[in-house]
């Protein structure tokens, strides 16, 4: 005699069966959700990195300035740093040198340079200045550049977010950056 499976015993397995496959599909969604998370930090990351890299390299070049004519500037809130950039010339002389802006704004920091002398009192840019190209956009309103004048150190900070106008979460990750660069020395 044939012994057959009872209709309970048939919706029992398929019910144990669907609560597995739903397990499955739940892990998996849960990991493409984590999956994708990590990528777009991972690429904020990498593009937050590279504008700290960029302005941290043109400060360490930044020309060696005196108390009346400085080599670093940060103005407007902390929302500009400009970097003379050391040209050809002897330490004294300020006609081959380049002036560099990073300048905050609308979410992107956008770089800029001088395109003409920078001769002036204060050795300032008296040309005009490039088109704004720009670094990096996603930046909150927490970038900021800090210089100290005793110590000829830059503090940068950059706090990047996938959508800036929105609060980080799990779908909004968050990057912040922070590093301090010693530009050459001023001349007391």
Known sequence: MKKAFSLVELIIAISLMGLIILAIVAVDVGSRGFLKTSDDESALQNETN??????????????????????ITVSSGKDILEIRLKGSGTSSDYSNSKWVRNQFADSTIKKQT?????????????????????LIKNIVTACAFNFDSDTTV????????????????QDNPEVILENSVSSRSISR
């Open 50 to 71: 590279f504008v700290m890299e960029t302005i941290a390299k043109d400060i360490s070049r930044s020309f060696k300035g005196n108390k009346n004519n400085r080599s």
């Open 114 to 134: 001088c395109d003409g002398p920078s001769i002036s009192s204060g050795g300032k840019c008296t040309g005009s200045w490039s088109n704004p190209q720009q």
């Open 154 to 169: 830059v503090g940068i900070t950059i706090t990047a977010r996938a959508k800036p106008s929105e609060n980080p979460g």
